[in-house]
């Protein structure tokens, strides 16, 4: 990836409404996305993540702050100069918005009618574009006639005909089944490739960040609250916020966790493939109790969290923590009211 980000965003806000009824949808956000990855934004309902994507574009008007895209400082062009630099920014939406009244052919084409393209060369991009997302034989049904997935697929291709360097992913998945998901994912992550195309990918589904994604920022009441790569934010959560999104179940469990020893964290970090907890227990003797696993496939590997109760009998901690320590488990420490230090 190149060092220079091909999107910059700096100390970005947008407030809507005035007064009583004024909103702050994003507080002062900094972000750098580089040339070539997908990158992540997760958030819960309501966090300002939608807006964050739209300031990308300009489709929301910040109140403050900067956002340059492949180099071009989008909040100081004019309205002209703005649709022209909006030509290397693709966006894709949960509801597809594709023109019920044109066929899949005639979708693909629209944005470059817009932009002056001959008729010709318009079709004749159009019908590259559906061969890139697998739908050629589907150039002339209407989106009426098209599954949800096929519907996506067209509003990928209509978002990538006039080759731009950005692709922009609102919830682009959340309309979709499991199966088709996958689908969807892997045609962004194989365009991705293929393409070179950056893509920024918003949802409130770690399963989507994990699937494709290089690096995920956490958004949480308009604010940034952490940023990593996908693997990193998985096995080291920093924020409270973030455990909450990673995981959800697992966070109740170990807050509502009756008394006893104190709790410790074993994380794995892609490169674990043995029974840590069972050799744990044989060669140290000691009671341990499991409180809360997960796991997750990343690139490949498996990453993963094990809570585990230690005897209440602290003479047998430093056994276990030099048996950790040998095996190079990494760990830590929970406290003992269940609060993350």
């Known amino acids: 990836m190149d060092a220079q980000p091909i999107i910059q965003i700096s100390g970005l806000s947008k407030i809507f409404g005035s007064g ?83 066929t899949a052919l005639e979708n693909v084409c629209f944005p470059l009618e817009i932009a002056g393209w001959k008729r010709e060369a318009c079709r004749r991009r159009a019908k590259e574009m559906l061969e890139i997302v697998e739908l050629a034989d589907k150039e002339k049904a209407y989106p009426s006639q098209l599954s949800g997935g096929q519907k996506q697929r067209v509003a990928i291709a209509r978002a990538l005909a006039a080759n731009p360097q950005v692709l922009l992913c609102d919830e682009a998945t959340s309309a979709l089944d499991p199966t088709t998901t996958r689908s969807i994912l892997k045609l962004i992550k194989d365009l991705n490739a293929r393409l070179g195309v950056t893509v920024v990918v918003i949802t409130h589904e770690m399963k989507v960040v994990e699937q494709i994604c290089d ?31 990673l995981y959800p179940d697992g966070e109740r469990t170990i807050h509502s966790f009756g008394s006893g020893g104190p709790l410790l964290r074993l994380l794995y970090d892609g490169n674990t493939d043995r029974p840590i907890i069972a050799s744990l227990a044989l060669a140290t003797g000691a009671p341990v109790s499991i409180v809360y696993s997960a796991s997750k496939h990343i690139e490949d590997k498996i990453y993963g969290h094990t809570v585990v109760q230690l005897p209440e009998d602290r003479n047998l901690i430093p056994a276990i923590l030099a048996y950790l320590d040998k095996e190079g488990v990494a760990y830590q420490w929970e406290s003992e009211a269940n609060q993350h230090v």
Do not use: Y
């Not at 702050?24 to 309902?45: M, T």
């Not at 895209?69 to 649709?83: K, N, W, Y």
């Open 20 to 102: 009583e009824s004024r909103v702050a949808a994003l507080q002062n956000v900094d972000l750098a996305i580089s040339q070539g990855e997908i990158f992540g934004v997760i958030g819960l309902s309501g966090a300002g993540k939608s807006t964050l994507v739209r300031c990308i574009n300009l489709l929301e008007k910040p109140t403050a702050g900067r956002v340059v895209v492949a180099g071009q400082e989008l909040t100081s062009l004019s309205e002209a100069e703005l649709r022209r630099a909006r030509l290397s920014i693709g966006m894709i939406f949960q509801g597809f918005n594709l023109l019920m009244q044109r």
């Open 215 to 245: 690096r995920v920022a956490i958004i949480s009441h308009s604010r940034i609250v952490e940023v990593g790569p996908v693997a990193e934010i998985f096995l080291r959560p920093q924020t409270e916020v973030a455990r909450g999104l």
